[in-house]
């Protein structure tokens, strides 16, 4: 790590005003001293935002729920309405990461998560999205880990959260607030696309932060399935992750929601694929014609080809088990 | 800050407290020491150890306020007043945790390098009570890699001492739970 | 001496053990010493070329650091090939970090920068402008097969005639397996602390299998005989990274040598990817069999890859040629030289990758046939080596297939693959047997009973968490007959009794019949002490006519006639014995080998392609074990280790890069607990006079081999699926 100040609000304005370019906020760190350890990522200073008033969860007016940018993915998971309520969600962040990493790893961090791309992390390499206009080698090179949708030619990284898939699923809202005041963004905007400028992540602008994620009261808990496959049974990222929820009506789709992690820049929705089915009974015909249509586009490379046939079957899967109302 | 505080490029070292194993310290530290370089290389509590130095192994694994975490991951300057117990802290006096005595009984280690991670691990676990079976435990002590390949003997030993353990947390578990308690409806 | 209260064969605890589950043990990064600095590597980003420049200057500004050492700055160091040559060294010419301006691999070490403090150290490490003249780089072994030749290894000449054998072969059986780079990974990453002593001589914490190997290594590198120690009383984990000196203790001794200063150096997780590896290999196995399924004819060939400056080899293909009953049998081992780092011996080196081709075939070869796989292994079964023509000294691998059978269930096992299923889940049984050479190496020990009452017995050999400190332990107390209580083992320490390299499953058979040895004499001197007096009851009595037991000596014609060794030891003070014990000759007539069978049930997920193994059996043959716990413990590892070798472990490298990519434990997967199900290890009787004076033939390896192919056998038997390119992961398996 290169040398850096420290400074530690208590209070959230105080924390943006002492935002500067190259300053980081911090908060559980489990990311953004990995980086920092791989010179990724240089700050002149860390604002330590873990004294800020963002902790709790609280119902809304609306029945959803308010989750403060400092709970942990450990008491977000575990809490009782989560579990009660969002049981994808829980699903979700118990998935990722390790008991360790969820007790330190906070709400608003999970959403900022980089890429774990070799070429990113390798600081002897090119890569465009750490050192823009470099090139990305990763398209000719080790790609198996890559995006099948929504890749450009300068980047095929892939976001890594389970947890976004799932609240990308529930529509969650992230809450900011920056030098310019307070805002709301759906979460499906949260996340960019890489484009031209996949060195952006995300559409927070400079000494935003996130101070809360706010859940939508329908959290389709009976019959939601978050289904993950990697490559060991567990602490390993995502080859294809897929968030399902559907609300039922006898057999017929009432509605649906599918989110899928592993396979793009962010968590991939397609309101068409959640629209094909509804009005369909649910069942293999329709879980597959919706899986097409949600893949519709994508392409692979050398190595990961197979994620999109895989995509395919585990959104079938996942589906099949939301429709049962199983608790995996 | 004290005038006579360490500096290194530039940076002045901050002044912490921690109750560490039940001991109040009073550092300095910069700000990019991690928990476990404070631990390791000002402290010389070499029982907590470096495996991957990336939050990847659980190697680091402490408990901070009663939770485990990874110490490689975390800056010791952030934890001001927080409460640490490494294993170096588990045991009472020359009584080993029960954890520990079931860890050599079932010869739950080889190297013996992930062990005081796996250790602390096992305790955080059963603090957080999710763990009620095999599977689970399996499931929630996978941030923990063991080279050797001990897993079954690690399994056996916490499974035994969970429910001697489970007696010995009091004050730390409910430090632990708290987060969960405060925010309940 | 085995008497009720013996300590030899019992399941004991670790006598290590409090000191690992408190935090006490220390590791090679773990030592204090004073005014110590901080050295961190810089690694080259090219695979081949030369560095034309190293620019320093902004490192060096950075407040702390003290010193950027490179090849053209660091002290003097020697020039010829021979002094970089160690005890596990390849045939060529050894690396020598920081020589000079050429870069020999990605990842080679370049630059150590050196602070008062670790976090600036690397920092400052960022910092270095390196520029180089690359040159074009080959890392890709399948690329360069045109460019491959004989390895330098001695392989048995072709018995028979595998021609005609092959050509009349009711089957007949080609197929080629692959397998990728693996690297040791052991929990601790390689460390060297270098205590600079006031007088310029050094002692050295390091973690290796070997403090003399490199204590020699360092005298001959640095002209510095008889001035350098190596500690290492704990390892945490090698598998074989430790065989050899690693870049880290040169580096590190080269700093404290110029700053004349205490200097630490540990390596980062992603420069544990900058060393030794297993090789990745390509291998063609032939076979031709007669209808019952009998080999007639068997051809292995291996193709391994290796460095520019050295030919690594390995025991790949021999197994082929011993394991069954086969009158004709070629075997062949070639290299390709790349652009990276000498591979390195790693756990069970030649035969992970061997047997895994070899029991895999005889699988295909036993669907081909319509014979059960046990069954065909019955039918080729053999108690001579055939590569040497020599009878085994014991081989109960027959013991092994049938109580591991039994034990897991083989007799239930449907013969079609796809014929077990669950829900989502194919189940699959599998089997493969295991096979590692039973090796004794020279060793030496000393053993001295002090007037406390203790004894302390001694070799400069080490615990890599095989349990070393435990079993010598307990060979030592059963040989004086004292509690394990009264006995200290000492290891770890190049100024102790010269012994070999920590490796190969050799330890108990080398280290151990030396310790048993030492024991010995000095029972010869307790007897001789008491017979100091001609009164004495013990007069005219030989070693053989005494027993040693709770630590008295007693006459065995007269259990009365009993003197507390204690009481011996108060009149002549401290007994000592050192002794060198080399392997028997009666060894020559014979092979020598450890067997195993296992058994393996595995679960694939039909749609997604996931894999668990559910279940494991391993059944061991390895003559006398000595600690059932801690030789069980090695086993369930090296099963892990397999299973780890059949699913998951692959250093992936970017050859247009020439470098490893997923150089860390996020990416390069091992099993996590979550991984492992139920392992049960059993070991069969064995009795073997012939290996050592023990009859114990070691542990270390004989777990892992054979799993990869049992669990690939498994897959196809859930699946229909042949996998013939490790890992199994579950894209080939969609």
Same mark, same amino acid.
């Given at each position: 790590?290169?040398?850096?100040?420290?400074?530690?609000?208590?209070?959230?304005?105080?924390?943006?005003?002492?935002?500067?370019?190259?300053?980081?906020?911090?908060?559980?760190?489990?990311?953004?001293?990995?980086?920092?350890?791989?010179?990724?990522?240089?700050?002149?200073?860390?604002?330590?935002?873990?004294?800020?008033?963002?902790?709790?969860?609280?119902?809304?007016?609306?029945?959803?729920?308010?989750?403060?940018?400092?709970?942990?993915?450990?008491?977000?998971?575990?809490?009782?309405?989560?579990?009660?309520?969002?049981?994808?969600?829980?699903?979700?962040?118990?998935?990722?990461?390790?008991?360790?990493?969820?007790?330190?790893?906070?709400?608003?961090?999970?959403?900022?998560?980089?890429?774990?791309?070799?070429?990113?992390?390798?600081?002897?390499?090119?890569?465009?999205?750490?050192?823009?206009?470099?090139?990305?080698?990763?398209?000719?090179?080790?790609?198996?880990?890559?995006?099948?949708?929504?890749?450009?030619?300068?980047?095929?990284?892939?976001?890594?959260?389970?947890?976004?898939?799932?609240?990308?699923?529930?529509?969650?809202?992230?809450?900011?607030?920056?030098?310019?005041?307070?805002?709301?963004?759906?979460?499906?905007?949260?996340?960019?696309?890489?484009?031209?400028?996949?060195?952006?992540?995300?559409?927070?602008?400079?000494?935003?932060?996130?101070?809360?994620?706010?859940?939508?009261?329908?959290?389709?808990?009976?019959?939601?399935?978050?289904?993950?496959?990697?490559?060991?049974?567990?602490?390993?990222?995502?080859?294809?992750?897929?968030?399902?929820?559907?609300?039922?009506?006898?057999?017929?789709?009432?509605?649906?929601?599918?989110?899928?992690?592993?396979?793009?820049?962010?968590?991939?929705?397609?309101?068409?694929?959640?629209?094909?089915?509804?009005?369909?009974?649910?069942?293999?015909?329709?879980?597959?014609?919706?899986?097409?249509?949600?893949?519709?586009?994508?392409?692979?490379?050398?190595?990961?080809?197979?994620?999109?046939?895989?995509?395919?079957?585990?959104?079938?899967?996942?589906?099949?088990?939301?429709?049962?109302?199983?608790?995996? | 800050?004290?005038?006579?505080?360490?500096?290194?490029?530039?940076?002045?070292?901050?002044?912490?407290?921690?109750?560490?194993?039940?001991?109040?310290?009073?550092?300095?530290?910069?700000?990019?020491?991690?928990?476990?370089?404070?631990?390791?290389?000002?402290?010389?509590?070499?029982?907590?150890?470096?495996?991957?130095?990336?939050?990847?192994?659980?190697?680091?694994?402490?408990?901070?306020?009663?939770?485990?975490?990874?110490?490689?991951?975390?800056?010791?300057?952030?934890?001001?007043?927080?409460?640490?117990?490494?294993?170096?802290?588990? $045991?009472?006096?020359?009584?080993?945790?029960?954890?520990?005595?079931?860890?050599?009984?079932?010869?739950?280690?080889?190297?013996?390098?992930?062990?005081?991670?796996?250790?602390?691990? $096992?305790?955080?676990?059963?603090?957080?009570?999710?763990?009620?079976?095999?599977?689970?435990?399996?499931?929630?002590?996978?941030?923990?890699?063991?080279?050797?390949? $001990?897993?079954?003997?690690?399994?056996? $030993?916490?499974?035994?001492?969970?429910?001697?353990?489970?007696?010995?947390?009091?004050?730390?578990?409910?430090?632990?739970?708290?987060?969960?308690?405060?925010?309940?409806? | 001496?085995?008497?009720?209260?013996?300590?030899?064969?019992?399941?004991?605890?670790?006598?290590?053990?409090?000191?690992?589950?408190? &935090?006490?043990?220390?590791?090679?990064?773990?030592?204090?010493?004073? &005014?110590?600095?901080?050295?961190?590597?810089?690694?080259?980003?090219?695979?081949?070329?030369?560095?034309?420049? #190293?620019?320093?200057?902004?490192?060096?500004?950075?407040?702390?650091?003290?010193?950027?050492?490179?090849?053209?700055?660091?002290?003097?160091?020697?020039?010829?090939?021979?002094?970089?040559?160690?005890?596990?060294?390849?045939?060529?010419?050894?690396?020598?970090?920081?020589?000079?301006?050429?870069?020999?691999?990605?990842?080679?070490?370049?630059?150590?920068?050196?602070?008062?403090?670790?976090?600036?150290?690397?920092?400052?490490?960022?910092?270095?402008?390196?520029?180089?003249?690359?040159?074009?780089?080959?890392?890709?072994?399948?690329?360069?097969?045109?460019?491959?030749?004989?390895?330098?290894?001695?392989?048995?000449?072709?018995?028979?005639?595998?021609?005609?054998?092959?050509?009349?072969?009711?089957?007949?059986?080609?197929?080629?397996?692959?397998?990728?780079?693996?690297?040791?990974?052991?929990?601790?990453?390689?460390?060297?602390?270098?205590?600079?002593?006031?007088?310029?001589?050094?002692?050295?914490?390091?973690?290796?299998?070997?403090?003399?190997?490199?204590?020699?290594?360092?005298?001959?590198?640095?002209?510095?005989?008889?001035?350098?120690?190596?500690?290492?009383?704990?390892?945490?984990?090698?598998?074989?990274?430790?065989?050899?000196?690693?870049?880290?203790?040169?580096?590190?001794?080269?700093?404290?040598?110029?700053?004349?200063?205490?200097?630490?150096?540990?390596?980062?997780?992603?420069? !544990?990817?900058?060393?030794?590896?297993?090789?990745?290999?390509?291998?063609?196995?032939?076979?031709?069999?007669?209808? &019952?399924?009998?080999?007639?004819?068997?051809?292995?060939?291996? #193709?391994?890859?290796?460095?520019?400056?050295?030919?690594?080899?390995?025991?790949?293909?021999?197994?082929?040629?011993?394991?069954?009953?086969?009158?004709?049998?070629?075997?062949?081992?070639?290299?390709?030289?790349?652009? !990276?780092?000498?591979?390195?011996?790693?756990?069970?080196?030649?035969?992970?990758?061997?047997?895994?081709?070899?029991?895999?075939?005889?699988?295909?070869?036993?669907?081909?046939?319509?014979?059960?796989?046990?069954?065909?292994?019955?039918?080729?079964?053999?108690?001579?080596?055939?590569?040497?023509?020599?009878?085994?000294?014991?081989?109960?691998?027959?013991?092994?297939?049938?109580?591991?059978?039994?034990?897991?269930?083989?007799?239930?096992?449907?013969?079609?693959?796809?014929?077990?299923?669950?829900?989502?889940?194919?189940?699959?049984?599998? !089997?493969?047997?295991?096979?590692?050479?039973?090796?004794?190496?020279?060793?030496?020990?000393?053993?001295?009973?002090?007037?406390?009452?203790?004894?302390?017995?001694?070799?400069?050999?080490?615990?890599?968490?095989?349990?070393?400190?435990?079993?010598?332990?307990?060979?030592?107390?059963?040989?004086?007959?004292?509690?394990?209580?009264?006995?200290?083992?000492?290891?770890?320490?190049?100024?102790?009794?010269?012994?070999?390299?920590?490796?190969?499953?050799?330890?108990?058979?080398?280290?151990?019949?030396?310790?048993?040895?030492?024991?010995?004499?000095?029972?010869?001197?307790?007897?001789?002490?008491?017979?100091?007096?001609?009164?004495?009851?013990?007069?005219?009595?030989?070693?053989?006519?005494?027993?040693?037991?709770?630590?008295? !000596?007693?006459?065995?014609?007269?259990?009365?006639?009993?003197?507390?060794?204690?009481?011996?030891?108060?009149?002549?003070?401290?007994?000592?014995?050192?002794?060198?014990?080399?392997?028997?000759?009666?060894?020559?007539?014979?092979?020598?080998?450890?067997?195993?069978?296992?058994?393996?049930?595995?679960?694939?997920?039909?749609?997604?392609?996931?894999?668990?193994?559910?279940?494991?059996?391993?059944?061991?043959?390895?003559?006398? #074990?000595?600690?059932?716990?801690?030789?069980?413990?090695?086993?369930?590892?090296?099963?892990?280790?397999?299973?780890?070798?059949?699913?998951?472990?692959?250093?992936?490298?970017?050859?247009?890069?020439?470098?490893?990519?997923?150089?860390?434990?996020?990416?390069?997967?091992?099993?996590?607990?979550?991984?492992?199900?139920? #392992?049960?290890?059993?070991?069969?009787?064995?009795?073997?006079?012939?290996?050592?004076?023990?009859?114990?033939?070691?542990?270390?390896?004989?777990?892992?081999?054979?799993?990869?192919?049992?669990?690939?056998?498994?897959?196809?038997?859930?699946?229909?699926?042949?996998?013939?390119?490790?890992?199994?992961?579950?894209?080939?398996?969609?």
């Amino acid at each position: 790590m290169n040398p850096f100040s420290y400074a530690r609000p208590t209070r959230i304005d105080e924390a943006i005003s002492l935002f500067q370019p190259d300053s980081r906020y911090i908060a559980g760190g489990t990311n953004l001293l990995d980086l920092m350890k791989e010179n990724v990522v240089r700050p002149a200073q860390l604002i330590d935002i873990t004294r800020l008033p963002l902790q709790g969860i609280e119902e809304t007016a609306e029945g959803g729920l308010r989750i403060g940018a400092l709970v942990s993915n450990s008491d977000l998971a575990w809490h009782p309405l989560v579990e009660r309520h969002y049981p994808l969600l829980a699903q979700a962040i118990l998935a990722g990461a390790s008991a360790q990493l969820r007790n330190m790893a906070s709400t608003g961090g999970n959403l900022l998560q980089r890429t774990r791309c070799y070429y990113f992390y390798d600081s002897t390499t090119a890569c465009n999205k750490r050192e823009p206009g470099t090139g990305c080698p990763a398209r000719s090179g080790l790609n198996r880990i890559h995006a099948i949708l929504g890749h450009s030619d300068a980047c095929i990284a892939v976001h890594p959260s389970d947890m976004c898939v799932a609240m990308a699923a529930l529509d969650a809202v992230v809450h900011v607030q920056g030098p310019q005041g307070e805002r709301q963004i759906a979460f499906n905007d949260f996340h960019r696309l890489p484009g031209e400028k996949p060195e952006r992540d995300n559409n927070l602008t400079d000494g935003e932060l996130i101070t809360a994620v706010e859940l939508p009261a329908s959290g389709f808990a009976e019959h939601s399935a978050y289904l993950k496959v990697r490559d060991r049974a567990s602490y390993a990222f995502a080859l294809v992750s897929v968030a399902a929820a559907l609300k039922l009506d006898g057999g017929t789709i009432s509605a649906a929601r599918i989110a899928l992690g592993g396979v793009a820049h962010k968590p991939w929705r397609r309101a068409e694929a959640e629209a094909a089915l509804v009005g369909q009974s649910a069942g293999d015909a329709a879980f597959n014609a919706a899986a097409d249509v949600l893949l519709q586009g994508a392409s692979g490379f050398e190595h990961n080809t197979f994620k999109i046939d895989l995509a395919r079957r585990a959104i079938v899967r996942a589906l099949t088990d939301a429709a049962k109302g199983v608790a995996p | 800050m004290n005038q006579n505080s360490p500096t290194a490029g530039g940076i002045i070292a901050c002044p912490i407290t921690i109750e560490l194993n039940g001991q109040t310290r009073q550092l300095e530290v910069f700000p990019w020491t991690t928990l476990l370089d404070l631990l390791r290389e000002q402290l010389a509590l070499t029982g907590t150890k470096k495996g991957c130095d990336h939050g990847q192994c659980g190697a680091c694994t402490v408990l901070l306020n009663g939770r485990r975490i990874n110490s490689c991951l975390t800056l010791a300057v952030m934890h001001d007043g927080a409460e640490l117990t490494t294993i170096e802290g588990l $045991a009472d006096g020359d009584s080993l945790h029960p954890m520990q005595a079931a860890f050599v009984k079932h010869d739950a280690f080889q190297c013996g390098y992930c062990t005081p991670g796996q250790i602390c691990s $096992a305790v955080g676990m059963v603090s957080e009570g999710r763990a009620q079976s095999l599977g689970e435990i399996r499931e929630q002590m996978s941030g923990n890699l063991c080279r050797c390949g $001990a897993y079954p003997n690690i399994l056996a $030993a916490i499974e035994e001492a969970m429910p001697e353990t489970r007696k010995t947390l009091g004050a730390v578990q409910t430090d632990a739970q708290k987060g969960v308690r405060e925010v309940q409806p | 001496m085995n008497s009720m209260t013996s300590p030899l064969g019992k399941p004991v605890d670790r006598v290590d053990g409090p000191l690992k589950v408190t &935090g006490q043990a220390q590791y090679a990064a773990e030592f204090q010493v004073p &005014g110590l600095l901080y050295g961190s590597v810089v690694n080259s980003s090219i695979a081949r070329g030369r560095i034309l420049q #190293i620019d320093s200057s902004a490192a060096e500004a950075v407040p702390g650091v003290v010193l950027v050492l490179t090849h053209a700055n660091r002290p003097p160091i020697a020039s010829y090939d021979k002094a970089y040559e160690d005890e596990d060294s390849a045939d060529g010419a050894s690396f020598r970090p920081l020589f000079n301006d050429r870069v020999l691999y990605s990842g080679q070490p370049i630059a150590l920068v050196v602070a008062e403090n670790l976090e600036l150290a690397r920092y400052a490490g960022s910092l270095l402008k390196v520029e180089y003249a690359a040159e074009p780089h080959n890392t890709d072994l399948r690329a360069r097969l045109g460019k491959m030749h004989k390895a330098p290894a001695e392989i048995p000449p072709e018995r028979g005639d595998v021609g005609s054998a092959m050509a009349s072969a009711r089957y007949r059986l080609d197929v080629e397996y692959s397998s990728p780079v693996e690297h040791h990974n052991p929990m601790e990453p390689h460390a060297s602390t270098v205590h600079y002593l006031p007088d310029g001589q050094l002692e050295i914490h390091d973690k290796t299998q070997g403090v003399q190997n490199c204590m020699h290594y360092l005298e001959a590198v640095f002209g510095m005989e008889g001035q350098i120690r190596i500690l290492a009383p704990f390892v945490g984990g090698a598998f074989g990274s430790g065989l050899r000196p690693q870049y880290q203790l040169p580096l590190a001794v080269m700093a404290a040598l110029k700053l004349k200063q205490s200097v630490r150096v540990v390596l980062k997780r992603q420069q !544990m990817f900058t060393f030794g590896y297993r090789p990745r290999t390509i291998q063609r196995i032939g076979i031709g069999a007669g209808p &019952g399924g009998q080999l007639e004819a068997l051809t292995h060939q291996a #193709i391994g890859q290796t460095s520019s400056f050295e030919d690594f080899t390995e025991h790949v293909v021999e197994w082929s040629g011993m394991l069954y009953q086969c009158p004709s049998v070629r075997l062949d081992y070639r290299l390709v030289s790349l652009d !990276m780092y000498t591979p390195l011996d790693m756990r069970a080196p030649g035969a992970a990758l061997g047997v895994f081709a070899l029991e895999c075939a005889m699988d295909e070869l036993a669907s081909a046939a319509g014979v059960d796989p046990l069954a065909l292994r019955l039918t080729n079964y053999t108690d001579r080596n055939g590569n040497q023509d020599k009878p085994y000294s014991s081989k109960a691998l027959r013991e092994c297939y049938e109580q591991g059978a039994e034990r897991f269930g083989w007799s239930k096992r449907l013969p079609e693959p796809r014929s077990m299923r669950e829900g989502n889940q194919l189940i699959g049984w599998g !089997m493969a047997t295991g096979v590692w050479e039973a090796l004794q190496m020279p060793a030496s020990a000393k053993a001295c009973l002090g007037p406390d009452g203790r004894l302390k017995v001694s070799s400069a050999t080490a615990d890599i968490g095989t349990g070393t400190y435990t079993v010598m332990t307990q060979i030592a107390a059963a040989a004086l007959g004292l509690p394990m209580e009264r006995v200290d083992f000492h290891l770890g320490d190049s100024s102790l009794s010269k012994a070999p390299l920590e490796g190969g499953s050799a330890t108990v058979s080398s280290v151990g019949s030396a310790v048993q040895k030492a024991c010995e004499e000095l029972r010869q001197k307790l007897l001789d002490a008491t017979q100091q007096s001609p009164e004495s009851p013990f007069t005219g009595a030989r070693l053989e006519d005494v027993s040693f037991n709770a630590g008295n !000596m007693v006459l065995k014609s007269a259990p009365e006639t009993s003197v507390d060794l204690q009481q011996i030891i108060a009149m002549t003070g401290a007994l000592e014995a050192e002794v060198s014990v080399k392997p028997g000759e009666k060894r020559n007539e014979y092979a020598t080998s450890t067997h195993s069978a296992v058994f393996v049930e595995v679960r694939v997920d039909e749609a997604l392609g996931t894999v668990r193994v559910t279940r494991v059996v391993s059944a061991v043959a390895a003559g006398r #074990i000595v600690n059932p716990k801690t030789a069980g413990n090695q086993i369930v590892g090296g099963v892990v280790w397999g299973i780890g070798m059949a699913l998951q472990e692959e250093s992936q490298i970017d050859h247009h890069l020439g470098r490893f990519m997923n150089h860390n434990f996020a990416e390069y997967h091992i099993p996590v607990n979550a991984d492992i199900g139920a #392992i049960d290890v059993l070991f069969v009787d064995e009795q073997d006079d012939v290996v050592n004076e023990l009859g114990s033939k070691g542990v270390g390896e004989i777990g892992i081999v054979g799993v990869a192919a049992a669990v690939a056998n498994a897959i196809y038997h859930a699946t229909g699926k042949r996998v013939r390119d490790l890992p199994i992961t579950l894209d080939k398996l969609m």
